[in-house]
């Protein structure tokens, strides 16, 4: 599984950094994100719940950071598991000065990814892990909004979508790609997200 992609932050690239080195700020902004802590330097462990088809479950992952170049790039190594399968890999994030004091990050990902959760389909997966992602970097970028207009210094004010604010993104996310990419099969499409509503619905209710 491969995911890279490059997102604009509205602020600094120092400012940025030491947002993304801010554990307490992730868990605000990572989607499915039950707890958050650092373990030791450059070390974190966190409980993310991830429902993606059929698929739902709390991963416990471990999170390293490497070859950091402060303010410029880092490698995160990401070793998770749960009981409906396992995500491990790297992902390299460089951060780039860009004009009107914003930050350009370029990132890129390659997950292994095995168990129930590699049985959804490498599309569905693709399309759930850029959503994710795309929400993350949005949610970040409005903590660091909050936290350079000084309106919250110590605990940006950001709240994160819930799990049905969340699953409806990626369900849209989930349309478009698949209509753009091949129309003939916006039903199947279409399938899929009421799919993934409804077991989102019902694992909510129990």
């Known amino acids: 599984m491969k995911i890279e992609g490059e997102f604009t932050f509205q602020g ?19 989607p499915g994100t039950e ?43 990401v070793d998770s598991k749960g ?32 168990g129930r959760l590699a049985g959804v389909g490498q599309r569905l997966l ?13 949610g970040l970028n409005r903590a660091l909004q909050a936290r350079i207009s000084g309106d919250s210094p110590a605990a940006p004010a950001y709240t994160a979508p819930t799990q049905e604010e969340f699953a409806r993104a990626v369900a849209k996310d989930v349309f478009r790609e698949s209509f753009r990419s091949r129309p003939v099969i916006w039903i199947a499409a279409a399938a899929v997200i009421v799919l993934f509503l409804a077991w989102i619905i019902l694992s909510t209710i129990n």
């Open 35 to 77: 707890k958050l802590e650092k373990t030791g330097e450059d070390q974190y462990e966190s409980a993310m719940r991830v429902q993606v088809g059929p698929v739902n479950g709390v991963f416990s992952c471990k999170v390293a950071l490497k070859d950091k170049q402060p303010p410029e790039r880092y490698t995160m190594l």
């Open 12 to 30: 600094a690239r120092e400012r940025v950094w030491e947002l993304l080195q801010d554990p307490e700020v992730l868990a605000q902004t990572l």
């Open 83 to 114: 009981a409906q399968g396992f995500a491990n890999g790297a992902v390299q994030v460089e951060l780039i000065a860009a004009e009107s004091n914003a930050t350009l990050m370029k990132y890129q990902a390659e997950l292994q990814v095995g």
């Open 126 to 138: 693709d399309t759930v892990g850029r959503s994710m992602t795309r929400q993350a970097l949005e």
